[in-house]
């Protein structure tokens, strides 16, 4: 409002909202990923198209997406989802790992990049949100956890509209973490109904077999157990032959509880196991079930308890199934505890009767307390009196307590002691009417404590007499299964390890007759033994405490003072699967139980005569390893041996080290000990030989590392890469054998150079006799017309052809005094060079309709002759602006700071890449020699090779790569100058 009261104006307050618009949207889009996420998809490809429909979403900040998924199977990638229709060259279906584009090299490094899309035909770079071409992609490697290969890749386009800012670029690290958690959700998820189906699967199966297999054992053991009872009986029995039989009693027992606990679990899970309740008396029932273990811990060393809350009310229980839990629970916990003592309670707490199992044994760890009630379940390295069991003993128990309507738990604390407790209700309004019964009649003595109080003697040591003597082994007397003399007469010593005190005392008993024996029983004791007192030969059981039979073959593979000890493992686990494995550990023999005597006799003796034979051809391999070495040593050529498909490095000798430099290469691949031979190609090379062709280089460049900011040595080799095969034909490594030919190849290269020198000088003088006469016409013409009365516009394009006459007579002149070269170098601005090499083809440049797109990055100046660079910088131009004169295209030249990968010095990089039609394979090989021409009778072959010549001589490097016969044809050539040469 005015002075007057008017309206003078108008106020309009403006607030910035940019910022926040922009993130609401980002962060919209990472919620919709997050969601998608959530929503758990059932593998990795469908979870790449809900998350592409999700990016979809988004088409400001991400006009196009499109992402990839590497094959396990072979090193492509497979296009999942895009989110708009693209062409075949900016979103091929399948990528393969060598492809230039997508730029797969950029997406296995792991790192975010920014490509443009200039190079790429125009009609298939999609539209983005405002209808202008898409100019840069966003390539994102999707990465995976534990694993350096990207899981996959997003390309997403960019907003041209919108600046690459950092906000922009952790917006799109975070599109790429969460479409790698969301691809690894998704498999995780995939894996893991994988296996829970598979492991229900095998569950089932395991309950069949093990019912069909215990029904099946029980006849046998009936026909086994009843005649050994009736020999028993009998008197005057001979006291070797009643042992013997005693053994096989304890261990039919054995059997029998093992089978009988086999079918009550496959009855139970198929439902058959009803049982039959009546009341008992439990404290009595308990009391007289714990006392049969008495003498077990006595012997032990043990103490054992049993305390009941008086006027314990009549409980329901089927006695079958009480037993079992009580001498399952007691058994178990004899078998772990080592020291102290087990306690056995029973009370009553609220409406349950409630028995606790307490012991001070080796207990539980936590992460196994989850577990431990899982059938077949065992815990892994626990230590106890014995590692035997089948894993169904507590998984029994606790499905008998849930038939009775109890719970049982446990608490555990590893090292300190374990406690169970079965809880069953009192009454009879939790069970089946039908299933009741009235109390009856019971032995005092429970017929099935009979074998778990046997198998806990047999635990200790009791129930076989260690000081057995010396028997014949078999009716037919001992020569039918005694070992050859010369094994005998050696007098071997024999370490057993079983921590089965019966198996230990039989093979004691077979073996000592012809050998030393020691006995052991575990495969820790085991290890102790056999650094006390090398043996001759160990033989193991498979499952033991402690330490198992596996680990100890891997112990003493690993250790080279005892590597060379022939072990025999002793198992019960049959078939090839369990030998395969066994062996693959190192044992030299696999032995599966049960087995004869006879067997057994000729297995130890076979493998102490093989050991001998072994230790006398390896003594024979050492002394010719050595005599070979020795000859490699002096051998007038340098040599390697390569093992693998990695080419690891594992022999050497001195002049292939002097080659290297004196690197310390052994037992490393050739890739990571000699990085420069891999960036030369050599590893391609070697890659193919391994594949059973072998490789002659004559002449072969070879620059070597010399260290850091050292210029690499310039080396020439003759040398054979030769495959090793095996007996069987299979490649195993590669022999690398040459000789060091650097001094030939400098004197033949010197004398090639003074050649090639030669015919320039007598082409130049050529040139400088038919040019410098019409020039020096030209000029004179010029000066005359310039001094004629013209107009000034003519003046003016007179004194630009003088000045265009001035530089055609430089380079003649340069071109003439090349190898003589008298200026000194000067600080430059490459840029400043490489404009003025374009401003020299702009008529040509804008006559062909090429489009040009100059690209710099704070490039430094570099010390130089300007004079020559800028002739090799107007060659390269030169070259591309010729290829693409015809059908016209984009010619791209770019500068930036970069540092040499060897010698460590910076300086700058320029590429000059066009879209003509490319050079064949053929002759990219040439392209650098000295009049080879690409272009017909037009080009005098000289142009690259002099650019060649200058950039070395000013230390530099000068490359090409091009594809031709393409949609994607066209030429790049790279050169690196130092700032300082």
């Known amino acids: 409002m005015g002075e007057t009261g008017g309206v003078e104006g108008v106020f309009t307050p403006v607030h910035e909202t940019t910022e926040r618009v922009i993130n609401e949207r980002r962060l919209k889009a990472l919620s919709m990923l997050a969601q998608v996420r959530a929503e758990q998809s059932t593998n990795a490809e469908s979870a790449c198209e809900a998350l592409g429909r999700a990016l979809s979403q988004n088409p400001i900040d991400l006009p196009f997406t499109s992402i990839y998924l590497f094959d396990k199977e072979s090193p492509h990638a497979k296009r999942c989802a895009v989110s708009r229709e693209a062409g075949e060259t900016l979103a091929p279906l399948q990528v393969d790992a ?403 005190a019966d198996m230990r005392q039989y093979l004691q008993r077979l073996l000592k007759e012809f050998w030393e024996v020691e006995t052991v029983s575990n495969g820790a004791e085991a290890l102790a033994a056999i650094h006390r007192r090398k043996p001759d030969l160990v033989l193991s059981d498979v499952m033991m405490p402690v330490m198992d039979g596996m680990s100890l073959v891997s112990a003493i593979r690993e250790d080279p003072n005892i590597a060379s000890v022939p072990v025999i493992l002793l198992s019960a686990r049959a078939g090839e699967e369990a030998q395969v494995d066994g062996l693959d550990m190192g044992a030299d023999d696999y032995l599966i139980k049960p087995f004869s005597a006879r067997e057994l006799i000729a297995r130890v003796s076979a493998a102490l005569k093989v050991a001998r034979l072994r230790e006398t051809s390896e003594a024979a391999i050492r002394e010719e390893r050595t005599r070979l070495l020795e000859v490699l040593h002096q051998a007038p050529a340098f040599f390697a041996l390569l093992q693998g498909p990695d080419h690891i490095i594992s022999l050497v000798n001195p002049l292939y080290l002097q080659l290297i430099n004196n690197r310390d290469v052994i037992g490393q691949p050739v890739r990571i000990a000699l990085p420069d031979a891999a960036e030369q190609g050599y590893i391609e090379i070697l890659d193919k030989v391994f594949e059973g062709e072998p490789y002659v280089g004559i002449g072969s460049r070879y620059d070597v590392f010399a260290g850091e900011g050292v210029p690499p040595d310039q080396r020439y080799v003759d040398f054979i890469y030769q495959p090793l095969r095996e007996a069987n034909g299979i490649v195993s490594g590669i022999i690398v054998l040459g000789v060091d030919v650097t001094d030939r190849k400098m004197a033949q290269d010197a004398l090639l150079q003074s050649e090639k020198l030669a015919a320039v000088g007598l082409m130049a003088s050529s040139i400088a006799h038919e040019i410098n006469n019409p020039l020096e016409a030209v000029t004179n013409l010029l000066y005359l017309a310039r001094s004629a009365a013209v107009s000034p516009a003519a003046q003016e394009f007179l004194e630009i052809a003088d000045d265009e006459l001035k530089r055609v007579a430089a380079v003649v002149t340069k071109t003439l005094r090349f190898h003589r070269q008298s200026s000194k170098p000067s600080p430059v601005s490459i840029d400043s060079l490489i404009d003025s090499a374009l401003s020299l083809y702009q008529t040509r440049i804008v006559q062909a309709e090429i489009a040009v797109a100059r690209r710099s990055r704070l490039s430094p100046l570099i010390n130089c002759l300007d004079g020559e660079i800028r002739q090799v910088l107007s060659n390269l131009v030169g070259n591309a602006v010729d290829a693409m004169m015809t059908q016209g295209g984009r010619l791209l030249v770019r ?87």
């Not at 050079?919 to 650098?928: A, D, G, M, T």
């Open 98 to 500: 060598e492809a230039t584009w997508p730029p797969m090299e950029t997406i296995l490094s792991g790192k975010i990049a920014i490509v443009s899309t200039e190079l790429l035909p125009r009609e298939q770079i999609p539209l983005d949100h405002w209808g202008i071409p898409i100019q840069e992609l966003a390539v994102i490697p999707l990465k995976q956890a534990g694993n350096d290969r990207p899981k996959g890749f997003l390309l997403a386009g960019l907003n041209a509209r919108k600046r690459l800012d950092e906000s922009y670029t952790s917006f799109l690290s975070l599109i790429g973490e969460h479409l790698s958690g969301g691809i690894a959700d998704a498999e995780a998820f995939e894996q893991e109904r994988k296996r829970a189906e598979a492991l229900a699967e095998i569950d089932r199966a395991k309950t069949v077999f093990f019912s069909n297999v215990s029904h099946e054992f029980r006849t046998p053991l009936t026909l086994m157990a009843g005649p050994i009872q009736e020999v028993l009986e009998e008197d005057n029995l001979p006291e070797g032959v009643r042992e013997r039989l005693q053994l096989a009693q304890r261990n039919t027992l054995r059997l029998q509880k093992l089978v009988n606990n086999l079918l009550d679990f496959s009855r139970i899970e198929a439902g058959r196991e009803k049982g039959h309740f009546e009341p008992i008396d439990l404290a009595t029932l308990t009391q007289d079930l714990v006392s049969n273990f008495q003498s077990a811990f006595e012997k032990a060393g043990l103490t054992l308890e049993f305390r009941a809350m008086p006027s314990l009310p009549l409980v329901y229980v089927d006695r079958e199934m009480w037993e079992k839990i009580v001498l399952n629970l007691v058994s178990n916990a004899f078998k772990f505890t080592l020291r102290g003592g087990v306690r056995v309670e029973l009370s009553l707490v609220g409406e349950s009767l409630e028995m606790a199992v307490s012991d001070t044994g080796t207990g539980i760890p936590a992460a196994e307390l989850p577990k431990i009630f899982r059938r077949f379940e065992r815990v892994e390295g626990a230590t106890g009196r014995s590692i035997e069991g089948t894993g169904i003993g507590l998984a029994l128990v606790q499905e008998l307590v849930k038939i009775h309507g109890g719970k049982i738990a446990v608490e555990s604390e590893e090292g300190a002691g374990s406690r169970f407790t079965v809880a069953i209700p009192t009454g009879t309004s939790h069970l089946n009417t039908a299933q009741l019964g009235h109390r009856a009649a019971h032995p005092a003595i429970s017929p099935r404590a009979e074998a778990y109080v046997n198998e806990a003697m047999r635990w200790i040591g009791e129930g076989s007499n260690a000081d057995v003597s010396t028997t014949s082994l078999t009716a037919d007397g001992e020569a039918s299964i005694a070992p050859e003399r010369e094994i005998v007469a050696a007098k071997n010593r024999v370490l057993v390890a079983d921590d089965n």
């Open 895 to 981: 500068s930036r700071s970069a540092t040499h990968w060897t010698t460590g010095k910076r300086g700058v990089l320029v590429t000059v890449a066009d879209t003509g039609p490319g050079i064949s394979q053929q002759h990219l090989s040439k392209i650098f020699e000295p009049f080879f021409s690409t272009k017909g009778e037009q080009g005098t072959g000289l142009g690259l090779w002099i650019s060649k010549e200058i950039i070395e001589r000013h230390r530099g490097i000068l490359k090409v790569r091009s594809r031709a016969g393409s949609s994607n044809s066209g030429s790049v050539f790279t050169l690196f100058l130092p700032c300082e040469w």
